[in-house]
């Protein structure tokens, strides 16, 4: 079983749609996640940090069910702009100057 | 500010040459990775230092690749002999070991092809 599983997609949505991506994680002992994001043919960046207790940042909101081990995003009212790949990530040691593990991610299309 | 500095971003070699990638971190980050991306298989870790000093290499595939870190503005990873299979962006990235636990700052990577 890979540390971190995706659903790879692509989901191909319109303007205006909600839509949600799911991860799952390995290791039980995990204790920080993100959201990364991808453009194509560019570099990783952070997009944001998930809680525990849920978080959101403008259409953004983030989701962590330890029990489950289970991440999840949920972008509403998509933008063309929010065209990418989301990349799931676990440190599994909640230090920094530790490697991040990386799902494989998923592709999102929104078109107009 | 500068990024973190990669080089070259584009090389096409022939099977059995010496690649070698380069990589400069963010002035002040204390920490440095090496990560590969594939199609198949995604973002994964090859090794990362800490303070110039090697903490983690499980991830490097095999004797071919090597990674050093002389101080802390400068890494190269090399592969030698490099093979078809070895096709793929190698991304650098750095951190501040005191900083935030999720944010790497990447490079904007080194798409490699062996032919």
């Known amino acids: 079983r890979k540390e971190v599983e995706q659903d790879p997609g692509p989901f191909n949505v319109p303007e205006g749609a909600t839509v949600a991506f799911n991860c799952t994680y390995s290791?039980?002992?995990?204790?920080?996640f993100f959201w990364y994001r991808q453009d194509c043919r560019k570099e990783p960046k952070l997009l944001m940090s998930?809680?525990?207790s849920g978080n959101e940042d403008g259409r953004f909101t983030a989701q962590l069910n330890r029990a489950s081990q289970y991440i999840s995003l949920l972008i509403r009212d998509s933008k063309l702009s929010d065209s990418a790949t989301y990349l799931c990530v676990v440190n599994p040691f909640n230090q920094a100057g530790t490697a991040l593990i990386f799902g494989k991610g998923t592709t999102l299309s929104v078109s107009s | 500010d500068a990024g973190v500095i990669q080089s070259p971003r584009h090389e096409v070699t022939e099977m059995g040459q010496e690649v070698t990638l380069r990589c400069k971190p963010i002035?002040?980050?204390?920490?440095l990775f090496w990560y590969r991306q594939t199609m198949m298989r995604g973002l994964e870790l090859l090794i990362y230092?800490?303070?110039?000093?090697?903490?983690?290499d499980s991830g490097m595939p095999e004797d071919r690749f090597s990674a050093k870190m002389p101080n802390a503005s400068f890494s190269t990873l090399k592969i030698q002999p490099s093979e078809p299979r070895d096709s793929a962006v190698y991304f650098c990235a750095s951190s501040q070991v005191t900083g935030n636990t999720g944010e790497l700052f990447f490079g904007e990577g080194s798409r490699l092809t062996v032919l």
């Open positions: 290791n039980s002992a995990s204790q920080s």
């Open positions: 230092f800490n303070n110039n000093v090697p903490i983690d």
């Open positions: 998930v809680y525990s």
């Open positions: 002035s002040g980050h204390n920490s």
